[in-house]
């Protein structure tokens, strides 16, 4: 865990007033406010430190806490030894360090269910720590979870079960969502902070791309691949789908990359039951190779009757 | 007449530490939609997240209603353009290589 330097967060030198705080704070929240930033995670996060900063240096007692020992903080017991000793040879005399210790944390990013990070907590004993006559409420912070699927998932409406943040969430997928679709779980999100109200959960989706189709909305590509005889005289072909093999019927004469569409054959219209796109399949027709010499001697009769 | 889907103006008002005259300038300025009866004014329900953003601007970051109205005005433009993104994004997956 490292070092916070608050200071540097609201870019202000160590003989900031009051005012300067306060001022630096409002423009920086200003900037980082997650309202004012939807689905931005690193602005929500930076509003996490600007806040925690605040926190600390507009309340004269953190401020002081903090200034004393600074870097050192995580050295607070012996630093508390040492000035005992210090003292008793008429050195400078120390207060009190809560916490202590400092095992086992993680990186300071990684902000708790109380929405400060660990050296916060380990600082001031969380928010536990605030002083008594400031209860300033504050929103709890909001999650963001990445769910991966596939367009077979997409395919239709179901039911997943996420764990974030210990906590296991059930939700509904609706068929049709699109590859970076937001959803919002409302109250999902971090504890708020002396009774304000819990933060937001924010699951993106992540469509992976698919081998065999391309999307659209809730359109589909994809590509045949046909004989150039089917393609000269018609016939019938098989072509994949989402939902399992269709034989359809070749037209004769078909031309290479003439497209067909097969309707209803796409995927779900997303929150449109009963409405699906399209498949539209683009014929890529192969020409035969390794020709017998009777081959060739047809091909040729051929090319004369043109 | 039903209150149900309503919350009560006042509650609001209470739990998010604003005035009552808030509430009525968002409203006055067509921000949000509030329901006035002879028993009081209520909110619908759809209408609270944004109040709650409305009121948070209002109250942690001291914005007054012109800045709010403004920020509302820039933030659906935002969403508006972030939704076009993606998709756009998404439609050039088509023309992507495997």
Redesign the interface.
Known sequence: MAFIDYYKILGIDKSASEKDIKSAYRKLARQYHPDLNPNDTESNKKFQQINEANEVLSDPEKRKKYDKYGENWQHGEEYEKYSQQQQAQGGQQYRGFGGGGGQGFENYEDFGGSGFSDFFEQMFGGAGGRSSGRQAKYRGQDYNAELKLTLKDVSETHKQTLAVNGKNIRITIPAGVENGQIIKIAGHGGPGVNGGPAGDLYITFLVAADPNFKRDGANLYTTAKLDLYTAVLGGEVTIDTLSGKVKIKVKPETQNNSTIRLKGKGLPVYKHEGHSGDLLVTYDIQMPVNLTEKQKELFTELSKSK | MATKGLIEAKEFCTYH?VEYTFIDSLSQAGLIEIRATSEGTYIPETEL?KL??MA??HT????NLAGIEA?THL?RR??SI?EET??L???L??Y?E?
């Open positions: 530490h997240q709650e953003r948070r601007l942690e970051l001291e914005i920020i933030l935002v969403e972030q993606r998709n994004r998404n439609r997956r088509r992507e495997d």
